[in-house]
């Protein structure tokens, strides 16, 4: 699975999203300002495990945005459970916030997973992390069922959508 894909922001700059390994060093520098986000908020890194395997297509995909050539955020999801998928590292750095960059970075997530065949996506987030749990309520998202290494979390928010199916697979009602 390729993709490449511009969104215009609120700013009227432009963001570029595309594909990389989990393990590429750009991935990995994002993925730490991610971790280090976490460390402020909650006082240690993620404990959830990953595997970069888990982000190669046609299984999974991590996503970085770039703004006017800089690296501006990331996102990513992989297989979970069966038939969906979950949301991982989604990140904006802090120059580059309130464009609707992650609002750019969820849609092209949630697009990109759909044609590859998932129907529904998961993610968990945390209580110390307010805008994104507000963006994820606008954009369809409700509360799930926990899992993984947070499942019992009192701090840990797990949320849930379907996904739509894309326009090439839906039947026509004409006959």
Not at 11 to 35: F, I, K, M, N, T
Not at 92 to 113: D, K, N
Request: charged share 25%; aromatic share 8%; glycine share 10%.
């Amino acid at each position: 699975m390729s993709t490449s894909a511009e969104q215009v922001l609120r700013d009227g700059s432009v963001a570029r999203l595309r594909p990389l390994p989990y393990d590429h060093p750009l991935a990995q520098r994002l993925v730490e300002e991610v971790q280090q986000e976490y460390v402020a908020r909650y006082g240690g890194r993620d404990a959830a495990p990953v595997d970069p395997a888990d982000f190669l297509p046609p299984e999974g995909l991590f996503l970085v945005a770039e703004v006017d050539g800089e690296p501006a955020g990331c996102g990513a999801w992989r297989v979970y459970p069966p038939g969906g998928v979950e949301i991982k590292r989604v990140y904006v750095a802090p120059a580059f916030r309130r464009r609707g960059l992650a609002q750019a970075v969820m849609a092209e997530l949630e697009a990109t997973a759909a044609r590859a065949g998932h129907r529904s996506v998961v993610l968990n987030t945390g209580q110390r992390q307010p805008e994104a749990v507000r963006l994820y309520g606008e954009l369809g998202y409700v509360p799930v069922r926990g899992y993984g290494v947070y499942a019992c979390s009192p701090e840990a928010v797990f949320l849930g959508k379907d996904l739509p199916v894309p326009a090439e697979e839906e039947q026509s009602w004409v006959s």
